[in-house]
């Protein structure tokens, strides 16, 4: 089956700096890679995600990549803000008939630092 | 905009007890899905469910759980026999129709097993 990784595990950062979290993957089946951000006690909230079909996308400061013969993808956050500051995971999945089966990376906790 | 609610927030139960935790996903969503996260780990895939059946069940979704739509707005989690192992987070998420990837989490409900 599917096997997300994800680096670093913390990671540490100056705010204004950026941050860049990267994962791979073993499927080459899967074809759909959302980012979520976990703040403490809180459910994952859905940040950005990518299709296979692309290989970049960006929302505001968020932007993620995509190499598929590589199979990794990585997570960019330009300008960081303390309220950034939170656990990161990645995801994978093969979309099959409709539904989606997210397997998780192990997650990345970043601390941005005023 | 539209949330994923679940009940209840935090479940206390002794060992070898039945829990029913539940979820109203988010109306118009037609895939639905529970995942689990013990503490200070990734968040895990346990099953998904669409039609009024499982989709794709994982190795942790053995058969003390089975999951249930009883109406129009509901989906549960049955633990038949708690045991000591299963204290996790539990999400519920969903999922929208047609090419909707996206999945929603709720708050999740804390279950602690004494």
């Known amino acids: 089956g599917e096997n997300v990784e994800q680096h670093p595990s913390t990671l540490s950062v100056q705010e204004g700096d950026s941050a860049v979290i990267k994962c791979t993957y073993s499927?080459?089946?899967?074809?759909?890679f959302p980012w979520y951000k976990q703040e403490l006690g809180k459910r994952p909230q859905l940040i950005i995600d990518?299709?296979?079909?692309?290989g970049e996308k960006k929302d505001q400061r968020i932007a993620v990549t995509l190499n598929k013969t590589a199979k990794h993808f990585s997570l960019h956050i330009t300008e960081t803000q303390p309220e950034d500051s939170a656990v990161y995971f990645c995801?994978?999945?093969?979309?099959?008939?409709?539904?989606?089966?997210?397997?998780f990376g192990a997650g990345t906790r970043l601390a941005v630092h005023p | 905009e539209p949330e994923v609610t679940q009940t209840p927030s935090h479940q206390v139960t002794q060992m070898g007890q039945e829990v029913i935790l539940r979820c109203v996903p988010i109306?118009?969503?037609?895939?639905f899905y529970w995942y689990r996260q013990i503490l200070g780990q990734k968040v895990e895939f346990l099953v998904s469910?669409?039609?009024?059946?499982?989709?794709?069940k994982s190795e942790i979704f053995d058969d003390q759980f089975s999951v249930e739509r009883p109406d129009g707005s509901n989906f549960t989690l049955k633990i038949r026999s708690t045991k000591l192992e299963d204290s996790a987070m539990y999400f519920c998420?969903?999922?929208?129709?047609?090419?909707?990837?996206?999945?929603?989490f709720g708050p999740g409900t804390r279950l602690t097993v004494t």
């Open positions: 998420a969903s999922s929208g129709p047609g090419t909707r990837y996206e999945q929603y």
């Open positions: 499927d080459s089946a899967s074809n759909y």
């Open positions: 990518i299709r296979s079909n692309v």
């Open positions: 995801a994978a999945s093969e979309r099959a008939g409709g539904y989606n089966k997210l397997i």
């Open positions: 109306s118009n969503h037609l895939y």
């Open positions: 469910f669409y039609n009024n059946e499982i989709s794709e």
